[in-house]
C-alpha cells in the first residue's frame, strides 16, 4: 500500500484527542490548549510559559520517535525538538 502522508503522523488518522490537549497554567490555573506538535504555549490569561512534558511530547509524536525517516517526514526543526525531548527524557 503506498501512502500519501506517513500514517503516523497522518491528523486525519488520529483521534481528536491525540492532537489537541489541555494543560493547566501552573501560575493562574488558566487551560492552555496544545496541539500535538506544540511542546511551549503561552497562558491566554497571564502569558506565562507553559511546557509540555518530554514523555508527553515523544507520545504525540508517535513513530517519529523511531524512524529513520523522522526528520525528513515532520522537517528539521520539529525533529531537532523531538530530539532534544528525547536526549532529556533519558536523563531521568
Keep these: 500500500m ?3 502522508k506517513c500514517p503516523g503522523q497522518d491528523l486525519s488518522r ?3 484527542s491525540e492532537v489537541i490537549c489541555n494543560f493547566p497554567c501552573l501560575k493562574c490555573g488558566a487551560e492552555v490548549e496544545f496541539f500535538f506538535d506544540d511542546k511551549v504555549r503561552n497562558c491566554p490569561e497571564c502569558g506565562a510559559k507553559v511546557e509540555k512534558s518530554e514523555a508527553r511530547f515523544l507520545k504525540d ?3 517519529a520517535e523511531w ?3 523522522a526528520e ?3 522537517g528539521p ?3 531537532s525538538e523531538l530530539y532534544k525531548a528525547k536526549k532529556e527524557s533519558q536523563k531521568k
Aim: net charge positive; charged share 35%.
Design 77 to 79: 526543526e520539529k525533529y
Design 2 to 4: 503506498v501512502f500519501k
Design 14 to 16: 488520529k483521534k481528536i
Design 67 to 69: 524512524c529513520g525517516m
Design 61 to 63: 509524536f508517535g513513530c
Design 72 to 74: 525528513e517526514c515532520i
